[in-house]
């Protein structure tokens, strides 16, 4: 049985046009910030540090006793005497000590105040049971910023919460809840999750979009978490594993 189409045929060729061209009018693209300058090699996959680098240039543990020490040196004898300081005093000689050694970071930041925040950093990650290596790979992106005079005294904290957010994202293997994660960073270093969030991206950018830490960065500060907490003694290459993925 033949249709008839001739109908929606005339239709079709009825129907108006309805297309329309646009005005020529130039549109300006907005313009975004570029990050190309951050994207140069970090050589971060080198099997050994570069020749100036140094663990302690920032905080160096052996920086704990002030001025007041005598050393009496007799032959094959070498002894330290220390004068009793009120810890008041102790605290103000050793941020001292820092300011000289250190002229160029940030005045209003202080050794005391780095280590507060380095401590604050494990105490969280200690209630979290997170990687004792998270701990060391948030205190490398710590320093590292301060070194780039990024920290100072009214951002520490933000900074160094954000730091161990960061960490504990790229770094810890088993599955971590980082809603509980940011109310204990609010708990304990007194920082809302909503600025943690807020700054995620801003820290990101100015750790260059590197967050992988090599191994001879983390080691020294992985060393001293072992050697001062009261975690059982850790075998470094049973730890990190004899032979790193990123290896040929």
Same mark, same amino acid.
């Given at each position: 049985m033949?249709?008839n189409?001739?109908f929606?045929k005339q !239709?079709?060729?009825?129907? !108006?046009d309805?297309?329309?061209?646009? &005005?020529?009018?130039q549109?300006r693209k ?8 951050? *994207?140069?090699?970090?050589y971060s996959l080198?099997r050994? #540090?570069p020749?100036n680098?140094h663990?302690?240039?920032l905080?160096d543990p052996t920086?704990?006793? $002030?001025?007041h020490?005598?050393?009496?040196a007799l032959p ?5 005497i220390?004068?009793y300081?009120?810890p ?5 000689e050793?941020n001292e000590?820092?300011?000289?050694l250190? #002229?160029d970071?940030? #005045?209003? *930041? ?5 280590r507060k925040?380095k !401590? %604050?950093i494990y *105490?969280a990650?200690q209630e979290?049971d997170?990687? *004792?290596?998270s701990?060391?790979?948030a205190? @490398?992106?710590f320093e590292r910023?301060?070194?780039k005079k990024?920290?100072?005294?009214? %951002?520490?904290?933000l =900074? $160094?919460?954000?730091?161990l957010?960061?960490a504990?994202k790229?770094?810890?293997? !088993? ?5 509980n994660?940011l ?6 270093m007194?920082v809302? &999750?909503k600025?943690?969030?807020?700054n995620?991206?801003n820290v990101?950018?100015?750790?260059e979009f @590197?967050?992988?830490?090599p191994l001879w960065? =983390?080691? &020294? ?6 050697t ?5 003694? @850790?075998d470094?290459?049973?730890y990190f594993g004899?032979k790193m993925?990123?290896?040929?």
């Amino acid at each position: 049985m033949s249709r008839n189409y001739s109908f929606i045929k005339q !239709k079709r060729n009825n129907k !108006k046009d309805i297309s329309f061209k646009l &005005p020529n009018i130039q549109i300006r693209k907005k313009t975004a910030e570029s990050y190309a300058k951050l *994207l140069t090699p970090s050589y971060s996959l080198e099997r050994k #540090p570069p020749e100036n680098y140094h663990i302690t240039v920032l905080d160096d543990p052996t920086l704990i006793t $002030g001025k007041h020490k005598t050393i009496i040196a007799l032959p094959y004898f070498m002894s330290s005497i220390i004068q009793y300081s009120r810890p008041s005093d102790l605290k103000k000689e050793l941020n001292e000590q820092f300011r000289q050694l250190h #002229p160029d970071l940030d #005045p209003s *930041l202080t050794l005391t105040q780095i280590r507060k925040v380095k !401590k %604050n950093i494990y *105490l969280a990650a200690q209630e979290m049971d997170l990687e *004792l290596s998270s701990v060391a790979k948030a205190y @490398v992106y710590f320093e590292r910023l301060i070194l780039k005079k990024e920290v100072n005294k009214y %951002n520490r904290k933000l =900074i $160094g919460a954000t730091c161990l957010f960061l960490a504990t994202k790229v770094n810890d293997p !088993k599955e971590v809840s980082y809603a509980n994660l940011l109310r204990v960073l609010n708990k304990v270093m007194n920082v809302s &999750p909503k600025e943690i969030r807020e700054n995620e991206f801003n820290v990101f950018v100015a750790l260059e979009f @590197v967050l992988y830490v090599p191994l001879w960065d =983390i080691r &020294p500060h992985f060393e001293r978490l072992v050697t001062s907490s009261e975690f059982p003694k @850790v075998d470094m290459s049973e730890y990190f594993g004899d032979k790193m993925f990123y290896y040929n």
